[in-house]
T-cell receptor, first 115, second 115 residues
Framework: DTAVSQTPKYLVTQMGNDKSIKCEQNLGHDTMYWYKQDSKKFLKIMFSYNNKELIINETVPNRFSPKSPDKAHLNLHINSLELGDSAVYFC??????????????FGNGTRLTVT | GNSVTQMEGPVTLSEEAFLTINCTYT??????LFWYVQYPGEGLQLLLK?????DKGSNKGFEATYRKETTSFHLEKGSVQVSDSAVYFC??????????????FGSGTRLQVQP
């Protein structure tokens, strides 16, 4: 009964490769997010989608491209991976709430290591 | 812009000790404030929240009071357990520089409780 599931859990790859991380939620939420957590645990929003429409696109290299085929899925594709992309990537979802008072539900994270 | 500052960790306590994790914020409007907790190997989950000044959020023995005059939202628990060992994130939701509401996280504070 996983609410927000993301795959893979671990991803080890070489510089220059292209990889994807998948995310699915079964909570009926209409808003989904990608966050990046660096080695010091600092969490930063990357993207936010509402009903398949891009809402937030923070300053992220255009090598990162989110894709939302439907409101239950938000995948993250990364081109030409760099060492600095190594981090834990979290998918999250919530009900649409302009005040963010609805809690975010997070997946368990994907640890990406670029060598 | 908006920001959240937390005390650096790790915070190491013995079981049944009193816990305080400090959190102060900077916001342009009237933010809602949150504490999220991340247990090892898992995603973040909402612990408690407060949406206006002087509100007290509470859950699982944890409490935090929204203090507008000191721009603080310190997390407290009277008697910690080993199972409380986790990383705790303070967060706020407010309009950012773009005029769009977003959730801003602090850098997290690791709590280690020893038996």
């Amino acid at each position: 009964d996983t609410a927000v599931s993301q795959t893979p859990k671990y991803l080890v790859t070489q510089m220059g490769n292209d990889k994807s991380i998948k995310c699915e939620q079964n909570l009926g939420h209409d808003t989904m997010y990608w966050y990046k957590q660096d080695s010091k645990k600092f969490l930063k929003i990357m993207f936010s989608y509402n009903n398949k429409e891009l809402i937030i696109n923070e300053t992220v290299p255009n090598r990162f491209s989110p894709k939302s085929p439907d409101k239950a899925h938000l995948n993250l594709h990364i081109n030409s991976l760099e060492l600095g992309d190594s981090a834990v990537y979290f998918c999250a979802s919530s009900h649409r709430d302009r005040n963010y008072n609805s809690p975010l539900h997070f997946g368990n994270g994907t640890r990406l290591t670029v060598t | 812009g908006n920001s959240v500052t937390q005390m650096e960790g790790p915070v190491t306590l013995s079981e049944e000790a009193f816990l305080t994790i400090n959190c102060t914020y900077t916001a342009t409007g009237y933010p809602s404030l949150f504490w999220y907790v991340q247990y090892p190997g898992e995603g973040l989950q909402l612990l408690l929240k407060a949406t206006k000044a002087d509100d007290k959020g509470s859950n699982k023995g944890f409490e935090a009071t929204y203090r507008k005059e000191t721009t603080s939202f310190h997390l407290e628990k009277g008697s910690v357990q080993v199972s409380d060992s986790a990383v705790y994130f303070c967060a706020l939701s407010d309009r950012g520089d773009t005029g769009r509401r977003a959730l801003t996280f602090g850098s997290g504070t690791r709590l280690q409780v020893q038996p």
